[in-house]
């Protein structure tokens, strides 16, 4: 079954210590893109890599890094993780032409 | 990537059909008309997309209009497990920017 599975889906944590959202897909896609979701603001996209060790930045990027040393992972690494980080994140994949994106289940992260 | 506009909310009864409006008037030649739904917090899901022909699959038909300023997304018969938000997308088919652009969507609530 093609699916985005992203880990964990519920996570609290405390300001600045670092962690790491994973995300996985078993399409061979090229593309991955990394989206939170805050009321009122919609999806933002936060980072997005167009193939492997390819990365680039979205719309807010700032407190976030990414990797893509593999083609099915894309993982999201906060470094300093801050209450304003507690948002509802979504990882998406799709393949190298405007096909559809399938989206992972979301990870519900809550930084206090 | 052109903007679109979509009512806030819609409601429909169950077994009727929903028709959900979007207005994207500033759209280039070479982008494509995208639909996703998110239900409740759930990833979002792609429905359907289409260029300037109409288009159906089995969740819905896309409605294109000729000068391509508007279209609409058209479930046959709604069901309660349709309640959801509605997004229209526009954005080309091919390109190295992988960002879906999400707006604030029609929320569409399907009733008894």
């Known amino acids: 079954e093609a699916q985005v599975t992203q880990n964990p889906r519920y996570l609290i944590t405390v300001t600045g210590k670092k962690l790491t959202v994973t995300c996985s897909q078993n399409m061979n896609h090229e593309y991955m893109s990394w989206y939170r979701q805050d009321p009122g603001l919609g999806l933002r996209q936060i980072y997005y890599?167009?193939?492997?060790?390819?990365?680039d930045k979205g719309d807010v990027p700032e407190g976030y890094k990414v990797s893509r040393k593999e083609k099915r992972n894309f993982p999201l690494i906060l470094e300093s993780p801050s209450p304003n980080q507690t948002s509802l994140y979504f990882c998406?994949?799709?393949?190298?032409?405007?096909?559809?994106?399938?989206f992972g289940q979301g990870t519900r992260l809550t930084v206090v | 990537d052109a903007k679109t506009t979509q009512p806030p909310s819609m409601d429909c009864a169950e077994g009727r059909a929903a028709n959900l409006p979007c207005n994207h008037s500033?759209?280039?030649?070479?982008?494509?008309v995208y639909w996703y739904r998110q239900i409740h917090s759930q990833g979002p899901q792609y429905i359907i997309h289409?260029?300037?022909n109409n288009e159906t699959n089995e969740m819905a038909s896309l409605i294109i209009t000729e000068d391509r300023k508007s279209s609409t997304l058209i479930l046959p018969h709604a069901t309660l497990r349709d309640t959801a938000v509605y997004y229209c997308i526009v954005r080309a088919y091919t390109g190295t920017a992988s960002k879906l652009t999400f707006g604030t969507g029609t929320r569409l609530q399907v009733t008894l």
């Open positions: 289409g260029l300037k």
């Open positions: 500033t759209i280039s030649g070479n982008e494509y």
């Open positions: 890599s167009m193939n492997v060790e390819v990365t």
């Open positions: 998406a994949s799709r393949g190298d032409q405007g096909t559809e994106a399938f």
